[in-house]
């Protein structure tokens, strides 16, 4: 029998503490599914999920991140159309002006109340907890859904 399990990937929420609010960094994919996005990626084979986010973070955006904290783990089977995902998400911090690369077909800093609404997978969810966590210092919570 051949088990199948979900492929790992990491998310990082990067603030730009060198700018007033500290907005976080979005990219707009090149590649299907089409749309805005958390920068992030695959976790490859004998990779730690920290240094995966750290060099997905490089590679999308052009910039050296330090991570803050693991904020929570998405793993709804429905998070990406492509394929059953599982997604550490980190908060970062960075300095500096993003360029996209890689798969970013561009890239744009954002406060709360400007986020697109043509987000990819499951970032919407991603945004709103943590936002929620950033302003009221409420952590998602463990859920089924």
Same mark, same amino acid.
Request: proline content about 8%; hydrophobic content about 35%.
């Given at each position: 029998?051949a088990y199948r399990?979900?492929?790992?990937?990491?998310?990082i929420i990067?603030?730009l503490?060198? #700018?007033?609010q @500290?907005?976080?960094v979005?990219?707009?994919?090149h590649?299907?599914p089409?749309g805005?996005?958390?920068p992030g &990626?695959?976790?490859?084979?004998?990779?730690?999920?920290?240094?995966?986010a750290?060099?997905?973070?490089?590679e999308?955006?052009g910039?050296q991140v330090?991570?803050?904290e693991q904020?929570?783990?998405?793993?709804?089977?429905? #998070?990406?159309p @492509?394929?059953?995902?599982l997604s550490?998400v980190f908060i970062?911090?960075?300095?500096?002006?993003?360029?996209? &690369?890689?798969?970013?077909?561009?890239?744009?800093?954002?406060?709360?109340w400007?986020?697109?609404?043509?987000?990819?997978f499951d970032?919407?969810?991603?945004l709103?907890?943590y936002w929620?966590?950033?302003?009221?210092?409420? #952590?998602?919570l463990?859920t089924?859904e």
């Amino acid at each position: 029998m051949a088990y199948r399990n979900p492929v790992p990937t990491v998310d990082i929420i990067i603030e730009l503490i060198d #700018r007033p609010q @500290r907005p976080i960094v979005l990219i707009e994919r090149h590649n299907p599914p089409y749309g805005w996005a958390i920068p992030g &990626g695959f976790i490859d084979y004998g990779e730690l999920a920290e240094l995966a986010a750290r060099r997905e973070a490089e590679e999308e955006i052009g910039l050296q991140v330090e991570l803050i904290e693991q904020f929570h783990v998405y793993s709804d089977p429905n #998070r990406d159309p @492509r394929q059953h995902t599982l997604s550490v998400v980190f908060i970062a911090t960075a300095t500096g002006e993003p360029k996209a &690369g890689d798969d970013a077909k561009g890239v744009g800093i954002f406060e709360s109340w400007q986020v697109p609404t043509n987000l990819c997978f499951d970032h919407d969810r991603i945004l709103r907890d943590y936002w929620r966590y950033r302003h009221y210092n409420i #952590r998602p919570l463990l859920t089924s859904e």
